[in-house]
């Protein structure tokens, strides 16, 4: 079932935090099992953004020794970021097995993705100049508090509310997913892919690399292929209706956009609010109406629709 949503603040910013939990919380009975938050402050060139984590939530039940491997695997990170010539200007820590680091690299990005990924135990989460993405077990009230985002100033974000049907229920397999190695795109998914290996085995063999079995990962990771290749965020994303097979309604974040795309049969809810300086979209209108209280209009995408709109 699985519930999702975004909003995007025009020519300002909000608590993109605070409203993105709101929303997310809303959706709770859609997806108790896990919640994703994908949050954009004002992008920063200068500087990236990473978040990571070197454990699961479950894993600190299996006693001393899983703590012992927490700080040697980020030991490890420290060291190889270091290595490549990173420097970690500021670090926190919002869980025993989850972090954000600030640093600055002039380097290659896949490069350090990957050697950071080849840690065993290791997974980044996100990378970028705007983006942060953080997802974990429980509610959207459960998961903001946690990381402490309500009070996360930004132009925009998108999120998710998980029931697992077909995989574990761990932060791997939480939504949304980052787009590997790609700064500063993610998705949301909503519904199933039927060519799923078929495409994705073609990105592979252009060298990209998936860091689960999910599909909603195989859209962040095709989109963000079509724009490395010159088409912008509306032309991707009007591709992939015709190339991606199966019923599905998505949402796509960059570092200055938010877009929404729906297949031809248009079986998966979508309801919109648009005003001449916020928008917001969610997989049921009482998402929208958890940050806007009073009368609104709203609206339902049509089959095959494509929308994007910029910060």
């Keep these: ?9 025009k020519g300002m910013t909000g608590d993109v935090g605070k409203e993105m939990t709101s929303m997310l919380q809303a959706l709770k009975h859609r997806g108790p099992d896990s919640t994703g938050f994908a949050l954009y402050g004002t992008p920063d060139t200068s500087h990236y953004v990473m978040r990571f984590k070197v454990a699961e939530q479950d894993d600190l039940k299996t006693g001393f020794r899983i703590h012992h491997q927490i700080r040697e695997r980020k030991a490890q990170v420290d060291e190889r970021l270091a290595e490549l010539g990173a420097t970690v200007e500021h670090e926190d820590e919002p869980t025993e097995y989850a972090y954000r680091y600030i640093f600055s690299f002039d380097g290659d990005l896949k490069r350090l993705a990957d050697y950071v990924e080849d840690i065993e135990g290791a997974e980044i989460l996100s990378i970028g100049n705007a983006l942060e993405l953080v997802k974990d077990l429980g509610d959207a009230t459960t998961v903001s508090s946690q990381y402490a985002l309500g009070g996360f100033v930004g132009t925009h974000g998108i999120g998710h509310t998980r029931m ?13 997913y980052w787009a590997y190695p790609f700064k500063d795109v993610s998705v949301v998914h909503n519904g199933q892919l039927t060519n799923y290996w078929t495409s994705r085995r073609e990105l592979e063999r252009r060298g990209h690399r998936f860091m689960s079995n999910c599909d909603s990962e195989l859209i962040a990771v095709y989109i963000a292929n079509q724009i490395d290749h010159g088409n912008d965020l509306e ?13 599905f309604t998505y949402l796509v974040a960059t570092s200055d956009s938010l877009g929404m795309a729906k297949d031809v049969m248009a079986a998966k809810p979508m309801v919109l609010y648009e ?14 109406r958890s940050v806007f209280p009073h009368e609104i209009d709203t ?5 095959g629709e494509v929308r994007v709109w910029k910060s």
């Design 1 to 9: 079932m699985c519930g999702i949503a975004g909003l995007i603040h």
């Design 164 to 176: 697992a049907t077909e995989s574990d229920v761990d932060i791997r397999s939480a939504h949304p």
């Design 235 to 247: 032309e991707a994303m009007s591709r992939s209706i015709h190339e991606l097979d199966g019923v």
């Design 275 to 288: 005003s001449d300086s916020f928008i917001a979209l969610a997989s049921e209108e009482v998402a929208i």
């Design 299 to 303: 609206s339902d995408p049509y089959e």
